[in-house]
């Protein structure tokens, strides 16, 4: 692998859980050399892409990072459109609702809002990955891409089991992601969370491809699930709107 791509898997590894590594640490969670991959951070330490905590000496993604984002999410139009959309939402369900993205082979949270005070507040902040067989945003997302990416993922993915009613059974998480595309929509029960459901919608670019979703999360209660008919109604409508308004961005 060239020292670019050593580069952009530092970036990625440091954009996901726990945050922040030792060279060691890094070195044992990338299986790269410890000399060779002290150099490539020290570059991105200067180029303010990467920080290196004074005490624990563990590094972190540096400003540099929100600043691409930012502008990542100017360009695709979540920041001008989603705003307002998800405080229309919130108002409307009075739960936590978010933005995710497919990213390449992952989906990421672009953009949330929380009910201030809600009983459940949405743990994964912007930025960070969803699963691909938990929640309703990573199912629903991945269930829409072509059938020859998800094979490629669900071989190169380790299903993780994060709670007693996660699918990770991979014909039957195939059987899944077919149920989705079929209903265009996905409303999920403690598959990512024990105590927490959702609801996903799919959002479309201008050529039709699903390349978004608008997703909620609430507790799981009964009264809750009830609401189910209501809230994904809700959702559709400002997937809709989302949709078009994303048309005119380029």
């Known amino acids: 692998m ?3 791509g050593k580069a ?6 440091l954009a996901e859980p726990p945050f922040e590594y030792s060279l060691t640490e890094l070195s044992e969670h990338m299986k790269v050399g410890k000399s060779g991959l002290y150099k490539l ?5 200067n180029e303010h892409f990467v920080v290196q905590n004074k005490s624990s000496k563990k590094y972190h993604l540096g400003p540099i990072s929100l600043r691409l984002g930012k502008v990542y999410s100017r360009y695709i139009g979540y920041e001008e459109i989603a705003g307002p959309i998800l405080d229309h939402l919130l108002k409307a369900i009075n739960e936590t609702v978010y933005v995710a993205v497919w ?4 989906v990421v949270v672009v953009c949330k809002r929380t009910r201030p005070g809600a009983l459940y507040e949405m743990n994964d902040f912007i930025g960070q990955s969803l699963p691909v067989n938990g929640g309703s945003s990573g ?3 991945t269930a829409f891409q072509d059938p020859e990416v998800i094979r490629d993922i669900l071989e190169k993915t380790e299903l993780e089991k994060r709670t007693p009613y996660t699918i990770t059974d991979k014909n039957e998480l195939l059987e899944d992601y077919e149920k989705i595309r079929k209903q265009g929509y996905c409303v999920e029960d403690q598959t990512f969370s024990l105590g927490v459901m959702g609801i996903s919608v ?6 039709g491809t699903v390349t978004a979703c608008l997703a909620m999360n609430a507790e799981r209660t009964d009264e809750n699930m009830e ?7 809700l959702l559709k409508d400002a997937a809709d709107e989302f949709s ?3 048309q005119f961005r380029h």
């Open 244 to 246: 078009y308004k994303l």
């Open 2 to 4: 060239s020292s670019l």
């Open 139 to 141: 199912r629903l997302l």
């Open 41 to 45: 951070l020290q570059e991105l330490k």
């Open 8 to 13: 952009l898997r530092i970036l990625k590894a």
């Open 103 to 106: 990213e390449g082979d992952r």
């Open 227 to 233: 609401k189910v008919p209501v809230w994904l109604q």
């Open 202 to 207: 799919p959002i479309t670019d201008k050529s």
